[in-house]
């Protein structure tokens, strides 16, 4: 008897560590987020409507029915109850069609690419508002931030004036991971050539814990960041700091700064090249590489051909990891692309697609940019 009572106290006291854990999650400090805590919160009531009754009924039917009970009644001939369906049946549907009708509402209101159209539930915002822009960019195994409008740019640290609307620009130099900030908003996923994007605002001062959710390599568990909600005044203090770092952060800067590293302290860039994150986005931050909308221009106006096949400028983001440091191979290279922009990973403008090596003899590149080949 002991025994048993002391494994029950052993057990109970296992419970009494949760009351040290931080429920961010359910006591947010972004608008946005509050109002993803309610939603739990309404799903979970009416949820709990079906499950109670339910459990209680089922606890309540064993020990009537129980065998030593002879007082119980007991009709074996009992198959049906138009009443008893009209109560089993009716409350479960009214329940779908409520969270139904919450889901559809809440999944439009809390769309992240979705612009705020308020502060918090007292404060709606003016319609021609401008958010802050922050650039985010995963990287093995860390985090990095861009502040274009400021011209800076951070390794592992995020900062926002609070009651300003912020909107994420979300991508990734390779694997996928997810953007996370519980007190702020959602997860958003980040992923190679792709942009997502997050709309959310924080409403009090602090210090957030910000992290990947998404499982993607060794370094995986150290893909952490502090968040800090700041004054307008804190967050001008916090910008200048950055500033003072004489530091830049420009193309072959990145090319080093996303190889795999772990636990990657702090890092600030004092300025930044302003066409960086077009680059990661498009995966042509390495110029030797044909940039991802200037492969969708060519396919556009109705592709390359057969060069196109070939085409040595590929979109594969991790080909440097299988090659090392080694120049891309000169083996029988096709050239096909159109540099319409001024961000584009080659700066040679034509006005046409070349076509080499098949069949077609075309010196339109004159001259021939370095490291292009155009022969097998």
């Known amino acids: 008897m002991l025994s048993k009572l002391a494994r029950g106290v052993a057990i109970a006291s296992v419970f009494t560590l949760l009351t040290g854990c931080n429920l961010v999650v359910m006591d947010p400090s972004g608008d946005i987020a509050s109002q993803q805590a309610d939603l739990i919160v309404v799903s979970t009531i009416l949820m709990l409507i079906i499950i109670l009754p339910v459990m209680a009924l089922t606890v309540f039917f064993a020990w009537k029915y129980r ?6 009644e007991y009709d074996p001939e009992w198959h049906h109850s138009t009443k008893l369906e009209i109560v089993i049946w009716s409350a479960p549907l009214a329940i ?35 958010p802050m822009v922050v650039e985010v960019v995963s990287l093995d195994w860390k985090w990095l931030f861009i502040y274009p409008e400021q011209g800076i740019a951070t390794i592992n640290e995020l900062a926002a004036p609070i009651d ?19 007190a702020l908003a959602g997860m958003i996923y980040s992923m190679a050539g792709m942009e997502t994007k997050l709309h959310a605002v924080i409403n009090e001062e602090g210090v957030y814990d910000g992290f990947s959710a998404n ?21 001008d203090d916090w910008v200048a700091k950055v500033k003072e770092d004489s530091r830049g952060l420009g193309r072959s800067e990145y090319l080093e700064l996303e190889k795999p590293s772990i636990a990657e302290p702090v890092h600030y860039f004092g300025n930044v090249d302003p066409e960086l994150y077009q680059a990661i986005l498009n995966m042509c931050v390495d110029q030797s590489k044909m940039c991802m909308n200037e492969m969708m221009d060519i396919d556009r106006k109705g592709g390359g051909g057969i060069a196109g096949i070939y085409n040595v400028m590929s979109l594969t983001y991790d080909t440097p990891r299988e090659r090392g440091s080694q120049p891309l191979p000169s083996t029988k290279s096709y050239v096909a692309t159109l540099c319409t922009t001024p961000s584009g990973g080659l700066s040679q403008e034509i006005s046409s697609i070349p076509l080499f090596d098949n069949g077609v003899e075309d010196d339109r590149f004159s001259p021939v940019p370095a490291g292009v080949s155009t022969g097998f």
């Open 67 to 72: 065998q030593s009970n002879k007082d119980a």
């Open 96 to 130: 779908i069609i409520a969270l139904g009708a919450i889901t559809w509402v809440s999944t439009h209101t809390l769309d992240p690419y979705r612009p705020l159209d308020r502060i918090d539930a007292e404060r709606p915002l003016e319609k021609d508002h401008k």
């Open 164 to 182: 300003t609307p912020i909107q994420f620009k979300i991508t990734s130099s390779g694997i996928m991971n997810s953007f996370y900030i519980p």
């Open 215 to 235: 499982y993607s390599g060794e370094g995986f568990s150290h893909m952490r960041f502090k968040f800090h909600g700041l004054s307008d005044a804190g967050f």
